[in-house]
């Protein structure tokens, strides 16, 4: 039965995460597989990545053919280099201690490697927003400073108003005095008329 090590596709439309299964190559994508060796999420970043590393070691020293796929994920997390290293063991040229420091020591390098990758991603983000901040706050100036230039503007306009009106008003009020005045005339006309007739 040829054995070979895939991703199972699991999870949502749009978001799907993966199992990391060993399953018969006859079976179906989803369906029916041997062991679960782990699981590999792409929505986060860096990708999650979760795998037994030494029941894929045993897998694949049973001959169990990975995916190209599965290989980049076993190679990332180091499975390939461990089986490489227990393949030295069963020849004689090294230990199993040998192995274990050796594969220690690579992990360690690779764990920083990706503390660096997130500290990266982590700063970029900070960057970003700090950014967007200051966008921002160049907008509500800019709306601030309009907002005012309106407000400058609604009081020059008020206050030439009220000028206009105090100009249209005061000619109303000296109509009344210029008509007082003409009818005083007409009144001293009269007595001058009664003066007159006492003369005669």
Do not use: C
Not at 65 to 71: E, F, H, L, W
Not at 87 to 106: D, H, I, S, Y
Not at 135 to 143: D, F, L, N
Not at 144 to 154: D, L, S, T
């Amino acid at each position: 039965m040829p054995v070979k090590i895939r991703l199972q596709r699991h999870g949502k439309k749009g978001k799907p995460f993966y199992w990391v299964v060993a399953a018969d190559s006859r079976a179906k994508r989803d369906g029916k597989f041997l062991e679960k060796l782990g699981i590999y999420n792409p929505n986060t970043n860096p990708a999650t990545i979760d795998i037994n590393v030494d029941n894929s070691v045993k897998w694949l020293q049973n001959g169990a053919q990975p995916t190209d796929t599965a290989r980049a994920i076993l190679s990332y997390k180091g499975v390939m280099l461990k089986h490489h290293l227990m393949g030295g063991v069963a020849k004689g040229a090294l230990t199993e201690e040998q192995v274990e420091e050796k594969f220690n020591a690579w992990l360690e390098e690779k764990e920083k490697a990706v503390q660096a990758k997130k500290d990266g991603l982590t700063k970029a983000e900070a960057d970003a927003r700090a950014k967007a901040l200051e966008a921002e706050k160049e907008v509500s100036e800019k709306r601030a400073a309009a907002a005012v230039e309106v407000e400058e503007e609604v009081a020059e306009e008020t206050t030439e108003e009220t000028t206009e009106a105090a100009t249209e008003e005061a000619p109303a009020v000296e109509e009344p005095a210029q008509e007082a005045a003409a009818e005083e005339p007409v009144a001293e006309a009269p007595a001058e008329e009664e003066a007159s007739k006492e003369e005669e």
